[in-house]
């Protein structure tokens, strides 16, 4: 695992992108997240994009997960947010980005199709926020490091924090959500992580420091990934 700190979320995205960059090429397939945490990711790689040096053409992306209960067109859904905040900036191919259909009236059909493309997906490079209770995804602690895709009830600090993208007011939250599961995200050739504010430093001792893999912090189990960056700004850092 690599750690680096940095003084920004700014400096920290710019050499993620720089270390993303340097493991994709333009064929390549990226699973990625939303929340707070990679915008700044986003925007590196659509400022790259616009400066003629990259195109998204070929790229396949496969989201980690997406809030049940509300509509795709919800500024909030997870669809519209990947639309917003990277997919309608570069030429990336619509139909070759995925996001779990969370909406769907057959839900577990909806789901089994999500990791049947998982299963064949093949992914270089995974993007991953984390909660400040260690989840990632939406892998709640406690959820087994054997999951798959499937359906979670959101913990009261997640949704919680979550609330801030809906007028502070916990009960628009929704409180269910489909996420790919641990397996699925460690199957991804590389990962990279990032994580800003101190309300991630314990998560991220957890992760960085010693060797304890458990259940109830789901982020340790990164622990027995084999390619990790883990890139924080100096308020996450717990050293
Ligand atoms: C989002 C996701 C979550 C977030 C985590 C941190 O797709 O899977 O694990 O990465 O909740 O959220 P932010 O970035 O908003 O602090």
Known sequence: ??????????????EAYKILRSLIDENSTLGLATGSTPTDLYEEMI?????????????????LDEYVGISY????????FMETNLFDHVDIDKANTHVPDASAEDLEGALKSYQEALNNA???????????NGHIGFNEPGTSFEAGVHVVDLKEDTIQANSRFFNNDINLVPKQAVTM??????RAKNIILLAFGKAKQDAIRSLVEGDKVTEDVPCTILKNHPSVYVLVDKEADFQ
């Open 1 to 14: 695992m690599k750690y680096l700190v940095f003084n920004s979320k700014k400096e920290a995205s710019k």
């Open 47 to 63: 400022t790259d994009y616009k400066a003629g040096n990259f195109s998204y053409k070929n790229i396949k992306s496969y989201n």
């Open 73 to 80: 067109d919800h500024p909030e859904s997870y669809h519209k």
């Open 122 to 132: 093949n992914i270089d490079v995974q993007l991953l926020g984390v909660g400040s």
């Open 181 to 186: 599961g641990i397996k699925d995200i460690m």
